[in-house]
């Protein structure tokens, strides 16, 4: 079966450059997460996406960016990286549900590993 | 606000011992659900369960089983018989229904099953 797919896998930065991170959702799925997990931390909601639209936001930076595109696809843009932004990005999708009951079970990629130096 | 408490940072069994990861959570939504993730050392997530709020019965996967019980805010994950490849981060995460369905997680469990 088809799973979430994160591109690049690893990805190594200097201080105050810019990141770009990728995600394809599960076909059909058209929710996007976005996480972070910190070294020896627990992942952290940053952003979500529904039909192209945000949905919500949680403890992103203002440095990030992050949008949904036609084809589903979504991308995290990080400016002005810093030394705490390395960390394992995970995206995550899950499919829409009619109504507001119900769970969306997130189905996480396999995550980008950012190394800021 | 949501919460969900992994008091035990780190845990080491010997294979084939029982083990159960614990999971405290709270929120005032009436509607909710668990989960329960896995992270390997390759550190990808891996689903589990998922249980809603409404549904207390417990339930029996193969070796794992969880129980949920709302009268202490708890949905405890056992491992029957460890064997070395369970050896991995657990995560434990709350979903508020009529939210945007984000996970809140816990802080995780290191779990490590000695041969």
């Known amino acids: 079966a088809a799973g979430v797919i994160q591109s690049p896998r690893h990805l190594i930065k200097e201080k105050r450059e810019t990141a770009t991170l990728k995600c394809y959702p599960i076909?059909?799925?058209?929710?996007v997460y976005w996480y972070q997990q910190g070294p020896g931390q627990d992942p952290q909601f940053l952003i979500s996406?529904?039909?192209?639209?945000?949905?919500d936001k949680g403890s992103i930076p203002d440095r990030f960016s992050a949008q949904q595109f036609s084809d589903y696809h979504s991308e995290l843009n990080m400016s002005s990286l810093e030394l705490g932004d390395s960390a394992l990005y995970f995206c995550?999708?899950?499919?829409?549900?009619?109504?507001?009951?119900?769970?969306?079970?997130?189905?996480f990629g396999a995550g980008s590993r950012l190394t800021v130096l | 606000a949501q919460k969900v408490t992994q008091a035990q940072t780190e845990i080491s069994v010997v294979e084939k011992e029982d083990v159960t990861l614990d999971c405290v959570y709270e929120t005032r939504d009436t509607t909710y659900y668990l989960f329960w993730y896995k992270q390997p050392p390759s550190g990808e997530l891996v689903f589990l369960i998922r249980r809603n709020s409404f549904d207390e019965q417990n339930e029996i996967s193969g070796r794992y089983s969880w129980n949920f019980q709302k009268s202490t805010s708890s949905f405890n994950f056992t491992i029957t018989a460890s064997q070395v490849v369970d050896s991995a981060v657990y995560f434990c995460a709350l979903q508020v229904s009529g939210s945007a369905r984000q996970l809140t997680f816990g802080s995780g469990t290191q779990l490590t099953v000695l041969p």
């Open positions: 996406f529904y039909e192209k639209m945000q949905s």
């Open positions: 076909p059909r799925h058209d929710t």
């Open positions: 995550a999708s899950s499919p829409v549900l009619t109504g507001t009951s119900g769970a969306n079970v997130l189905t």
